[in-house]
């Protein structure tokens, strides 16, 4: 996965939007105004939040799998992309993300985004 192809899956998210909040390096995926991945552009490494427990395992699992770069490491990890997982593992993490960031909207703001 490249950062293109990235940014096409995030934005293939129902409701999914993107932006530079924290400055032109750093590509930011929101649902319902709550940031559910952001992607350094300069070196293509991408942050999805996760459940604590998963979050461990998939460090442990993963190489390629970190504690979230400058975010709640209980709650976020940092993938590399480094063409050893597969682009299915890559998506299901960031559906995950998604997934758990949908699940903390109101419910009104829910409605067609699972």
């Not at 442990?60 to 990890?77: C, F």
């Not at 997982?85 to 903390?104: A, C, H």
Request: charged residues 25%.
């Amino acid at each position: 996965m490249n950062i293109e192809e990235y940014r096409d899956y995030c934005l293939s998210l129902p409701g999914a939007t993107e932006g530079f909040p924290f400055g032109e390096d750093t590509l930011v995926m929101k649902v319902g105004g709550k940031m559910f991945s952001l992607a350094s552009l300069e070196s293509f490494t991408f942050n999805v939040k996760c459940d604590p427990e998963k979050a461990i395992e998939l460090r442990e699992k993963y190489a390629e799998v970190l504690p979230g770069y400058h975010m709640n490491k209980q709650h976020w990890n940092t993938i590399i992309p480094n063409g050893l997982t597969e682009e299915r593992l890559l998506k299901e993490w960031i559906f995950d993300s998604y997934r758990l960031v949908v699940s903390k909207l109101p419910v009104k703001d829910r409605a067609g985004l699972l």
